[in-house]
């Protein structure tokens, strides 16, 4: 499963800071049962949009670490939300097959 984030950040503060904070809960988000990473993407014509990515075994995984409350993650989103506007675009399932092609 992929959960899909537009995070748009505010003036004052910076892409930078909002992936450092992005990092620490990542950190802690990773150590439960089913996380499988997570991506931060700047968007190339406007550096204060990022594409968040985070990837999950199965829904149930990560609804199981939503219902464990931790408020230590709880307090490192809370430290940077009145600097972003996050938009959810979706959650979406892994593909059956997956074609990849690169001329490298």
Known sequence: MKYIFEVHIKE????????????????????????????LHRKIDD???????????????RGAMQAQHSVEIEKIIRSV???????????????QWVVNFSLD
Do not use: H, N
Request: include cysteine; glycine fraction near 6%; proline fraction near 7%.
């Open 12 to 39: 004052g503060f910076s892409a930078e800071e909002y992936a450092e904070a992005w990092v620490r809960a990542s950190r802690l988000i990773q150590q439960y049962p089913g996380a499988m990473g997570t991506e």
């Open 47 to 61: 550096p204060r949009k990022l594409l968040a990515v985070a990837t999950w075994r199965c829904k149930d995984d």
């Open 81 to 95: 939300a009145p600097f972003v506007e996050i938009r959810s675009l979706g959650e979406f399932e892994d593909p």
